[in-house]
């Protein structure tokens, strides 16, 4: 099992990034940069992978739609070429929050349109001319909607790599079967080891009986909160609020995946409760609703004897790395958090 983490850049990109070189030493495998509507997420994987010497660089995660898909291939390759071969191309469709709020661009079809992307950009890491009749893509663009001198290419650069690994943010059960089917990692979020099989086990078995055997076994990134010691139980409850505002402010009512997922573990009417709370801008008070047991059972928070019981939850559950997220003040309590769960794992 691998360790990852997201980073967070908002104090100081060049500080982030000397904390990742020690971070690194400390055993960390794997540094997110996430992208939603801050920096873009490609300047900063760039910076590190000249920082860094031995861990995976990830996009976590790069937004489909705000990008051609040869573009996302091309900044793929780059990506993997400046790090030696290091990079995950993280993929995600986002949401129309972001993607129709900040980039004005329309929200539909994610599911096909993440596929026809993946399929596009392992044709430019194979350095085919690019050739694509898809329901989203066709390239070259056709003479009738163009110029007429729009041709096949191929990209000019030899990739490190020709197979780069894919990693999908996928909840729903069509885009967690797409994940199965054709990419080498799936994240999920909120994952909870013990209700997995049944909310993702139909949506994964679907997908993994059309994978490619090339692409080998399927990862599994979890994203749990962590913090280890005697007395951390209390940082349980600021994992709340992030719950608060996935389940009660993330879509509309009908139309939240999150408060779809929480209701399939146990809670529904928590979930609603807190929705309708969020919803009427009561924003504390819905974080005072999410339940602790889900906290918990999301959460690597807690003594190092619960701590390894949870991991090893995981383990069992299928996941393969564990993307935490560090209840910590400073780098130096960040990196002694990496160090203890490396020694519990």
């Keep these: 099992m691998r360790i990852g983490l997201g980073i967070n850049y908002t104090d100081g990109f060049k500080q982030t990034a000397a904390e990742v070189a020690d971070l690194e030493r400390a055993g960390l495998d794997i540094a997110f940069v996430p992208e939603a509507y801050s920096f873009d997420a490609v300047s900063a994987l760039g910076y590190l992978a000249a920082v860094t010497d031995r861990m995976q660089l990830a996009s976590g995660v790069m937004q489909l739609y705000t990008r051609t898909p040869t573009l996302i291939g091309m900044t793929a390759a780059g990506l993997d070429y400046v790090s030696d071969g290091r990079f995950i191309l993280g993929l995600g469709a986002s949401g129309p929050q972001v993607i129709e709020g900040f980039h004005g661009v329309r929200y539909d079809s994610p599911i096909g349109r993440t596929r026809e992307t993946v399929e596009i950009c392992r044709k430019v890491w194979r350095r085919e001319r690019v050739t694509y009749d898809g329901k989203y893509y066709t390239l070259p663009l056709p003479a009738d909607q163009g110029t007429g001198l729009g041709k096949a290419l191929k990209i000019i650069n030899h990739p490190v790599r020709e197979r780069i690994p894919v990693l999908l943010a996928a909840l729903g059960p069509k885009n967690v079967e797409l994940a199965a089917e054709v990419a080498e990692g799936w994240q999920p979020i909120f994952f909870l080891p013990e209700k997995a099989q049944d909310v993702w086990g139909d949506a994964l078995a679907k997908g993994l009986a059309k994978r490619d055997p090339q692409l080998g076994d399927l990862e599994v990134y979890a ?29 509309a009512k009908g139309k939240n995946f999150y408060h779809t997922l929480t209701t399939k573990y146990g809670y529904g009417a928590e979930a609603d409760r807190i929705q309708e709370l969020y919803l009427a801008g009561r924003k504390d008070e819905a974080a005072q609703v999410v339940p602790d047991a889900l906290v918990r059972d999301i959460s690597l928070i807690g003594p190092a004897g619960f701590v390894a019981e949870r991991v090893a939850a995981f383990r069992e559950a ?28």
């Excluded at 994203?223 to 994992?239: M, N, S, T």
């Design 223 to 251: 994203g749990p909160a962590l913090a280890i010691g005697d007395d951390v139980e209390p940082l349980r409850e600021f994992v709340k609020p992030k719950l608060a505002l996935y389940i009660g402010g993330m879509g």
């Design 318 to 345: 299928g996941v393969t790395v564990l993307n935490v997220i560090p209840m910590a003040n400073s780098a130096a309590e960040r990196v002694k958090l990496v160090e203890q769960l490396r020694e519990l794992i």
